[in-house]
């Protein structure tokens, strides 16, 4: 224990103390809500810099009480309405390009004739795109908005003049409409759109997201260790201490794993400020923390379902990552080598959080299946929306044995004979590789 | 094992591929003893080195150490041996007494030993204060000084030293020699590899000539010198591969 314990000390102090480590454990906590600052200024200030200076121009060719109401309704909402008059389209369009308008709205002929008479009034809207920013969609958004108000007082107007003592909301919406959402035999009292919202965005697409993370993280530490060894030439030392092989492949999970944790803790923590600052924008209220609340709580033994996937997981990846290091003669290669491992972690977890995994094709099934970092996603999705499915609580055992034997194919490949006979085979295919290259060139 | 023998060689052989870098090595290594290995750049010294530290397995022959197959038993030489590769890196982010204070503690179960051994290897690496600096503020010398250091504080029973001195300027060159005579008086044996013909003949009381995977001539100093009418080593080595 005690010889473990100083190998984890050297793993975490050397790990923790590296520049291409802890720049990547602090900048998600520093760039990501300044990120999510960024972005919801940056939209904010798009879209209410759109929706303050609304100018409209208006080619009324109705010029009747009516139409002209409309106009006075539209100034009263706070738009700055032009009136123009012209002949044509074409040349209203110029004109209102030159007032600055926002949008040009036309009303055609016979507005107040349709509408008396209870027919729909035309009118046309030409939105002027200056940007492909959310400033365009800020302006339309507001015209929209403009057009909605007056069509419902213009409605109101409409139906109180057929009945006045009718009320016309219940004219427009008959159906007095309150959803509830059943979830595991209990109703919970808000809507589904709003618990698809919640559950969405933390089961399945907050949890994916952190445990991809975390697996990268790990898996990036663990090749990084162990190739700095390579690249430093201290594994060779390492290796002659009196510590088994296994002494040495578990500081090198322990100590990767423990900097991971602390990696995804101040990743969540930047995640989610990242949210608050874009949850706090405008028009971005949903509910939050609320719904949460009327959740039925998982069944204990979940969470120990989870944790245990998760544990395996993360030492599947970790040896993974220690075996690409040891097979690389500095990081940079073992970098290259890393998207190897990295790719079919993602891809499942990128099947999971944006689809369901009854209804994929049987290959992409057998691929998540066949990944034990898929599991924890799988119980995490589980948990709250139905009981843990017998494909996650089989993926235990198989998780277990496949971390098992990927522990024992890495503890191998850290017997020296072995490993400097590979890395010596990599070298010498790489330099034919040189050579094949060279030659070719020199060819051309 | 031959008696009182630290380390037995026979018939040694390790092929890389169609490479034979060892081919038919036999030597014996006594209690006590400083042994040098002489030979050009690949002539197969680090590889019988790396075998004595079991580090790599021969393809044939048997290797001996301290009374242990080096292939079968190499868990139980590991605690009595200690090897300083040539080229051994540091842990860029640890300092030299961290270092040293992570190893001895792998080495010994009592943490007063562990203490005592920190020390003695930073009055051997003559770090002085720069013990406690980052190791990747240490200059090559002052690496490979901690690294000796690392490999005598836990008083091995073998040493084997890759170019010991290799990096250092003549001072601590000399330095590194007095603690490596020093560590064979209280009782320790040490395998070298050397260019420094001179420092080999200062330092070793038996030497083997390694040529192309083969030991051409072995032993002591003055008698290889005497045997080939050579006024120093690097002249005999000289001879006996002009041969």
Sequence with gaps: ?444 | MEAGSIVAVRNLVKRFGDLAAVDGVSLRIEKGEVFGLIGPNGAGKTTILRIMATLLLPTSGYVNILGYDAVKEAGKIRPFISYLAEDAGTYRNLSGREYLSIVARIYFDSDTEASKAVEEAIRISGLGDRVDDRMKTYSKGMKRRLQIARALMTKPRLAILDEPTAGLDVFHAKHIREVVSRHVKEGGTVVLSSHNMLEVEYLCTRVAFIHRGHVIFEGAPEEIKNELGASNLEEAFIEVTSR
């Design chain 1, 1 to 444: 224990m005690r010889k473990l314990v100083s190998l984890v000390e050297k793993e975490v102090k050397d790990l923790l103390r590296d520049p291409r480590i802890y720049i990547g454990l602090v900048v998600p906590v520093v760039l990501m809500p300044l990120l999510g600052f960024l972005m919801s200024t940056s939209m904010s200030s798009s879209i209410e810099a759109g929706a303050k200076g609304l100018k409209i121009a208006v080619l009324d060719y109705d010029k009747t009480v009516l139409s002209n109401a409309f106009l006075n309704l539209s100034r009263s909402l706070g738009a700055d309405v032009k009136s123009i008059n012209v002949a044509d389209i074409e040349t209203a369009v110029g004109e209102a390009r030159n007032l600055g308008s926002t949008a040009l709205i036309v009303i055609g002929r016979g507005f107040e004739n349709d509408l008396v008479n209870f027919r729909r009034a035309s009118v046309e809207v030409y939105v002027v795109m200056e940007t492909m920013s959310l400033g365009s969609i800020g302006a339309y958004s507001a015209v929209e908005g403009l057009l909605s108000v007056s069509s419902k007082i213009f409605s109101n107007m409409l139906i109180s003049k057929l009945n006045p003592s009718i009320s016309p909301d219940v004219v427009r919406e008959p159906f007095n409409v309150s959803t509830r959402s059943i979830l595991k035999d209990k109703i919970i009292e808000v809507p589904p759109q709003v618990l698809f919202n919640q559950l969405l965005m933390g089961y399945s697409i907050m949890i994916p997201l952190l445990l991809l993370m975390l697996s990268i993280t790990v898996v990036q530490f663990a090749a990084t260790a162990t190739a700095v060894e390579n690249e430093e030439k201290t594994l060779e030392t390492l290796l002659t201490f009196p510590v088994t092989r296994y002494d040495i492949l578990l500081a090198k999970l322990l100590g990767s794993s423990i900097l991971a944790v602390i990696g995804s803790i101040l990743f969540t923590g930047g995640f989610i400020l990242y949210f608050n600052n874009m949850l706090a924008m405008s028009g971005f209220n949903f509910p939050v923390g609320d719904v949460s609340q009327l959740l039925p709580s998982p069944p204990p033994e979940s969470f120990i379902l989870l944790a245990v996937s998760l544990i395996l997981a993360i030492l599947f990846v970790t040896s993974l990552g220690v075996a690409i290091g040891a097979l690389s003669s500095d990081v940079r290669m073992a970098n290259s080598l890393l998207g190897v491992i990295i790719v079919p972690i993602m891809v499942p977890s990128f099947l999971m959080m944006y689809g369901d995994l009854s209804t994929l094709p049987l290959s992409l099934k057998l691929l998540v299946y066949a990944l034990p970092t898929s599991y924890p996603i799988m119980i995490a999705k589980d948990m709250v929306m139905t009981p843990i499915s017998l494909e996650a609580i089989l993926g235990i055992p198989y998780s277990a044995a496949l971390t098992v034997l990927v522990l024992y194919a890495t503890s191998m490949l850290l017997a020296p004979e072995k490993l400097l006979t590979i890395q010596y085979r990599l070298r010498l295919r790489g330099s034919r590789r040189r050579q094949i290259k060279e030659l070719e060139t020199s060819l051309q």
